[in-house]
């Protein structure tokens, strides 16, 4: 069973619009969010995360929002630019477990001019 | 910066045969990962190690085993490659403790088993 569900398998954003990509986690043990970014032919960057205990985490175009209640998480870019176009894979994790992350099937952005 | 290098970016292999893939960071990091990516699934565990000699295995390990022999390198092996095997693979490292384990990942090997 899926523990972190990314249930877009694509979205298109025209540039300077706003992009917003979402997750949903099931364990509530998860206390860390995360977001990596993927080219094609590269392997993945972390682009960003958040602790259970904020709701909110920002960095430049890029804020992450929590809400443990729903057990949703969601990625803004804004503006989006061309260079945003990439896979994005949004991961969790229980800290200090001795534990592996789970990561969500992600989500291909495209950016449209 | 963080490097993590895979030994090969394409690899074409035959069925049966032994598949050797290599991973070395420059961090001394003591986490270290191999995944496999593929279309719809997104990243799958393999195996994982926390130290030297030491593994674990991850979500789906079967037909796939590893080495740690030196902190800086992780060796993923597949026995007796099959086509079902055919994917890319990723190597990570991490440091425990880095608030949900930030991950820096390697290039990856496309491995293609025919």
């Known amino acids: 069973d899926q523990q972190v569900k990314q249930n877009s398998p694509s979205l298109s954003v025209q540039e300077g619009r706003i992009s917003i990509l979402n997750c949903d986690y099931t364990n509530s043990m998860f206390d860390y969010f995360l977001w990596y970014k993927k080219y094609p032919a590269e392997g993945p960057t972390f682009l960003i995360s958040?602790?259970?205990?904020?709701d909110k985490n920002e960095d430049g175009r890029f804020t992450v929002f929590l809400n443990k209640s729903a057990k949703h998480l969601s990625l803004h870019i804004v503006p989006s630019q061309p260079g945003d176009s990439a896979v994005y894979f949004c991961a969790a994790s229980a800290e200090g477990r001795d534990d592996k992350i789970i990561f969500g099937k992600g989500t291909r952005l495209h950016i449209l001019p | 910066d963080v490097k993590v290098t895979q030994s090969s970016r394409y690899l074409v292999k035959r069925t049966g045969e032994k598949v050797f893939l290599e991973c070395v960071q420059d961090?001394?990091?003591?986490?270290m990962f191999w995944y496999r990516q593929d279309p719809g699934l997104g990243l799958r565990l393999i195996y994982f190690s926390y130290d030297v000699k030491m593994k674990e295995k991850g979500d789906i390990p079967e037909g796939y085993s590893v080495s740690r022999e030196k902190k800086e390198r992780f060796s993923l092996i597949l026995e007796s490659a099959s086509t079902n095997q055919t994917s890319m693979y990723l190597c990570a490292s991490s440091v425990p403790g880095q608030g949900g384990e930030k991950l820096f990942f390697g290039s990856g090997t496309q491995l293609s088993v025919l």
């Open positions: 961090m001394d990091h003591e986490n």
């Open positions: 958040i602790s259970s205990i904020k």
